[in-house]
């Protein structure tokens, strides 16, 4: 298929600047597959549409402040973005310019209000599709906890004004386990408060958490005419002992509903289960798309994604691309607000 045919036309206005004023405030569109209905609702009332005792699944990773801001030597400015950490203060990363920051350059790590040098960059080795290997110099010992305390969060590229205080709360989800490395957030989890946990719990649901940490693979853009032809970079993942064992006797007897929050949950799962054992541990860089079936979770939870991007690919596997494009039409005639700090969907009955 064409990269091309995933291309819907957004209205700028209704691309999510800010968080809504209260945490579970968004709407919600409820499509089930099966019936092909479309349904208005709001996040709060997710209880009212995800089956009874059915089993919750969120990506419980936390954002990082990944995002670092540099000074050049010779006084240009210039970014990195750090994706993993590869051990003794090194680092996969995106870097601007790219042109500028070869192998063997360096640039100061600079304190974004008042330009104070932290720490410096190297630039240790270049990489395919523009990655590189830094190293963090300074003789201590840096992870990303010292990352959290330089940098800052990094928001994608279409909210259009730098991030402050109000997104170091909002733009992380309230669940995180304080672990992980993901550079963008698992955007369905950012809509849930304790009372909307809490609600699901009282309807029987389980809530279990697993951990994709985000990288390249969520967020790159397709490039490629054919999207067959759009490799997907690869994300590490872990799920719990106690998830894994529930999750295996879910999948085994279908003895409850599955609710995947967010597509990087969706994707673990898909990666993870191999229709008899779930792996704890493990790397994805599975590409759902049209023609693929899903095995494991029948519903998913999901907030409104880029044209043309393997996100939304995803969502026209799971409805059909006729259907996908219906929905995201009906969203936008409704003003719908899109992307990571804007309204949800429900994808109900899967299969």
């Known amino acids: 298929m064409k990269r091309v045919d995933f291309k819907f036309d957004l209205p700028e206005i209704l691309i999510a600047q800010h968080p809504s004023k209260e945490r579970d405030g968004a709407r919600l569109l409820v499509v089930d597959v099966v019936s092909g209905k479309l349904y208005h609702s709001h996040i709060r009332q997710l209880s009212e549409w995800v089956p009874a005792e059915s089993l919750c699944v969120p990506n419980d990773v936390k954002v990082r402040h990944a995002r670092l801001f540099l000074r050049r030597n010779g006084g240009g400015v210039g970014e990195a973005l750090l994706l993993k950490s590869l051990g003794n203060n090194r680092f996969e990363a995106l870097v601007r310019p790219g042109a500028k920051l070869r192998k063997g350059k360096q640039a100061s790590i600079v304190e974004i209000n008042n330009g104070a040098t932290l720490a410096t960059l190297l630039v240790e080795a270049e990489l395919e599709e523009g990655l590189r290997i830094i190293q963090i110099l300074g003789g201590r010992p840096i992870d990303w906890e010292a990352i959290d305390g330089m940098g800052q969060l990094p928001l994608p590229p279409y909210i259009q004004r730098p991030a402050d205080s109000e997104d170091d709360k909002c ?9 992980g490395e993901a ?3 698992p955007t369905a989890g950012l809509h849930f ?10 309807n029987g649901c389980l809530w279990r958490p697993i951990r994709l940490h985000v990288g390249l693979g ?12 759009h490799a997907m970079h690869e994300e590490s993942y872990e799920i719990s002992d106690q998830t894994a064992l529930e999750l295996e006797e879910t999948l085994h007897n279908r003895s409850r509903g599955l609710l995947a929050i967010g597509t990087t949950a969706l994707r673990t799962l898909e990666s993870a289960w191999d229709g008899a054992n779930l792996a704890r541990k493990g790397a994805t860089k599975i590409f759902i798309r049209p023609g693929y079936k899903i095995s494991t979770a029948n519903h998913l939870l999901t907030n409104f994604h880029l044209p043309e991007s393997t996100l939304f690919v995803l969502i026209c596997a799971l ?5 996908a494009h219906h929905a995201y039409k009906i969203a936008i005639q409704e003003k719908y607000r899109f992307f990571s700090y804007g309204d949800a969907m429900l994808v109900k009955n899967i299969f």
């Open 183 to 185: 550079v963008a957030a």
């Open 193 to 202: 408060t304790k009372a909307l946990i809490n609600s699901l719990e009282q």
């Open 171 to 179: 733009y992380q989800t309230t669940f995180h386990a304080g672990q």
């Open 218 to 229: 969520t967020f790159r853009p397709m490039t490629t005419e054919n999207i067959e032809d």
């Open 319 to 323: 409805l059909g691309v006729e259907q």
